[in-house]
């Protein structure tokens, strides 16, 4: 069993709320949202979420990934949320903690949104709601996110939450369909930026026009 589900408190909160936005866990009944947002964005989604691609190809697949994902979460493995827009329940996402590493600690961020670049400031929204829950209960020390060129605009995303761009790795990704080798970008944001980004946009609400 992980080091973090040995440490990380039972009582974590498993729904995240923004002014916009209701962030939980999947559960039995989300395969059909599941999967009709992956069918529908597939060259969006190519090369960076091929391997999610290629196992969902019917919706028994998409309801087996589902009850993976949960059982991952549970097991305190990966953090994987979905996104609904409140208004109109509409699943628009899904963003991950994921490959979490117990020695520094750290996870690498993964996420996509129908209609992109259209749904920008929802997933911003989203993305400043899961790094409080990063650095806040799970006690995260880093989180990066790997970008291809095909999805570098998610990168821009990252910058504006307050990541630095650390370096890209050349030839070092594959995509699980495709035998080319695609450069990777790195982006990261530490504990300490997180807390001089919130320490600016408390900084920001106190100036008077």
């Known amino acids: 069993m992980s080091y973090l589900y040995n440490t990380l408190s039972d009582a974590l909160d ?3 709320e923004t002014r916009h936005l209701l962030l939980r866990p999947y559960q039995e009944g989300d395969e059909n949202d599941f999967m009709r947002l992956l069918q529908e964005n597939l060259v969006h ?4 979420f091929s391997g999610r691609l290629a196992r969902v190809r019917a919706l028994d697949d998409a309801r087996s990934q589902v009850q993976q994902l949960r059982t991952d979460w549970e097991n305190r493995r990966t953090f994987d949320f979905g996104v609904w827009q409140k208004a ?3 699943y628009i996402g899904d963003i991950a903690l994921k490959n979490l590493d117990r020695s520094i600690p750290k996870a690498e961020l993964g996420l996509y949104f129908a209609a ?3 749904t920008r400031q929802l997933a911003q929204e989203a993305l400043e709601e899961v790094l409080g829950f990063a650095f806040g209960p799970l ?3 880093k989180v990066y996110l ?3 060129t095909a999805n570098e605009s998610y990168g821009s995303l990252a910058l504006s939450c307050g990541f630095l761009k650390e370096g890209t790795l050349r030839s070092d990704y594959r ?3 495709s035998n080319k080798l695609l450069d990777l970008s790195y982006y990261g944001i530490t504990r300490q930026d997180y807390e001089e980004v919130l320490q600016q ?3 920001n609400s106190t100036v008077v026009v």
């Open 201 to 203: 946009q408390e900084a």
């Open 45 to 48: 989604l190519n090369p960076a």
């Open 14 to 16: 498993e729904q995240l």
């Open 146 to 148: 790997r970008c291809t």
């Open 175 to 177: 995509g699980a369909d």
């Open 88 to 90: 109109d329940n509409q």
């Open 139 to 141: 006690g995260m020390n």
């Open 116 to 118: 992109w670049p259209a």
